[in-house]
């Protein structure tokens, strides 16, 4: 397989985007490179920008691997991006109101009426519920990924609780602090106002019971979450409360935090929890990381909850294979961004053809993330096929598959020198009732591995920096 | 501000003081070992008294050797109070409180914590090394305390990490005097008429002022004196008066930022007007021990009523 290299053009020339930086990289000393590399480890160490891996108690807080060369995008490329990333987020937001009220899409035929039914994603609560502003994706990461000059194709879309924004904004503030000179050669744009961009978004979105300056908190699962690090990082960003469950409870008809001089209610809150565990009394009641009753505060207008609960069912895998004609039926356009061509399983034709594709294809479950449970065809061993075949037997409608696609590389530093290694890309978006921004760049994904498609932190993932050139 | 914040605050702080006062513990108790040969296991024994953990210690350990007993105080992650512990707890306390610190406060526990758990992952074995490492310990902390001062608002945050530091402190000093009570007492049976001096400069080694009490009271030690001195002495920064006037400063503060008056302030504020009112020679004569055994509760009422006064749980 042949892979897109995003930074040389052929054996000696760099793309555009890249060629300051490979002039730049070209006069360095690799011995000064490799020390500047193990000080960003450093920096990443002292800040505390670690991730809990889980199922491995009491094991050390992690760091994700960090790459000091920075993926590089044109101006041009990425102003053509946004314009696929703008239609589709806006669409997702339609689909999303249009399920929960009138179901037109269904009406239409245009995606099967099963699979929003028999979909764990889709809450009953929220029919007929408007959130405030009518926004029901506040932050959306949608994962790209590049195979071409011009192809790029989206991977997944997440609608829920996308993270990483942290590793983002962490990755720039350390290349800012040892590589100065760099910036001032290239003209970057700059990613630094994202929090406070989320700040006003989701202020611009308060419920109606909110009078004043809204207040804001971040409900957090707690501590030991593998991505604590990040909630707390983006409270104290955006000036707001880190709460968790058990400072919270309702009084008056309003969602309240416990201060230190009683409770006061919050007004927006940005949930880092899922759907299933936000409200004992309405969803698991076993819950003990949610808020009690919340569902019925929030359906009064009480508090604007981001994302909205029920916003899941338009990032589940198998309406992802839907996205072309959910974006057609809901812009009146042709989706600008392609998707990945999608089998699914559920379907018999389709499965026929994936159980005799196995090795070819990469298959994932329809709820499933972070890399887990999912089969790399080509990377998987005889045995973890016959393996992965049982399950997919079973209980084929719990899969998609989808080909293996050559994926770009950029490239890393190694002790030495550059080496390719492949990457995705998440641009982070912000949905108000006024616009929808897109912070430029947004967390690019490296496998570190050499000849490895995984890309997923959990699985030994790094990051980089990601620059978008000015124009 | 949250209540589970301010707790996350005041906790860190108590962690932060802990260990340090730990450091100062042994740093004494380490001296006295490596000046006298003999009664070397009555002197750690007193130590970790002092540190309540004697109980635990002799569960685990049959004598008092100098290794396992600084093992134990400085890195067994066993001991929740040892050096690394409390640092551990420091930290996990910090994280909670994360969004109320300044990145400069968190970084300097988050590198405290990298720092002493590389030094001490390891078995002291090198008698060498200790007094480096116990310089380190309280330097760590320094360098918290240092960019609280340098970097925190003056404002209800700052005034819960100050309560946690002087509650936790005011506890030390106090069961350091609760230890070594008799060796004060002007006419106690060991002692004869003239102060052990080992013992008294362990009192104040443990409290690293030493050299504090020579500035002020040039000439032979008292009794009196040195009990004066970690007693009453509103000067002396870790004096029971001195933690409980800084206890009674912060909580005024507070009842001023949240107009109100909070029980745990009357309760301090009592408690400082009873110690300004009375002389060492009243507390001799009521009775050093029950003076420190009655400081001791009340302290430890006042750390119970700021926590509900402020709503740390729910």
Known sequence: MKFFNEMMADETSAREPYQIYKEWFDSQNPKALKRKSAEAEAVFRRTGITFNVYGKKDAEERLIPFDIVPRIIGAREWMKLTKGIDQRVRAINAFLHDIYHKQEILKAGRIPQHLIENNEAFLPEMIGVTPPGGVYTHIVGIDIVRTGENEFYVLEDNARTPSGVSYMLENRETMLQMFPDLFAQNRVQQVSDYPHSLRRSLSDCAPSACTGKPVLGVLTPGIHNSAYFEHAFLADQMGAELVEGHDIKIQNGRVCMRTTKGYEPVDVLYRRVDDDYLDPLNF????MLGVPGIMD???????????????????????????????????????????????????ADSLAYVLEHLAELVVKEVHGSGGYGMLVGPAASKKEITEFRKKLEARPSNYIAQPTLALSTTPVFTKSELAPRHVDLRPFILVSPNEIKITPGGLTRVAMKEGSLVVNSSQGGGTKDTWVLED | MLGK??????????????????????????????TRSQRQGGDWSSVLTTAGLLEQYEAKYSDFENKSVMDFLLRDRTNPSSVLSSMAEARRNARLARTALTREVWEAVNESWLRLSEVLKSPLQDKERIPDILALIRRQSAQVQGAVQGTMLRNDIYDFTRLGTFVERADNTARILDVKY??????????????????????????????????LHQ?????????????????????????????DLNLRYLNQEYDQVSESSQKVKALQQEMKACTIEDIFESGLHEFIGDFLQRNLAIAGQIETDYRFFA
């Open chain 2, 182 to 215: 008799y060796v004060l007492l002007p006419s106690g049976a060991s002692v004869g008429s003239s102060l052990d001096n080992v013992q008294w400069e362990t009192i104040l080694r443990s409290v690293s002022a030493q050299q504090a009490y020579r500035w």
């Open chain 2, 219 to 247: 000439g032979e030690p008292t009794a009196s004196a040195i009990a004066k001195f970690l007693i009453l002495d509103t000067c002396m920064p870790r004096s029971l008066s001195f933690c409980v006037k800084e206890m």
């Open chain 1, 297 to 347: 505060i929030y359906r009064a207008g009480g508090i604007t909850i981001a994302n909205a609960p029920g916003a899941g069912i338009a990032d589940d895998k198998a309406i992802y294979s839907y996205m072309p004609e959910i974006i057609e039926f809901y812009t009146g356009e042709k989706a600008l961004l392609e998707n990945v061509p999608t089998w699914r399983c559920s379907e």
């Open chain 2, 5 to 34: 914040t301010a707790n996350g605050l005041f906790w860190m702080f108590r962690y932060l003081e802990r260990s340090e006062n730990i450091a100062r513990l042994v740093e004494a108790g380490f001296r006295m070992a490596l």
């Open chain 1, 284 to 287: 698991n009641p076993d819950s």
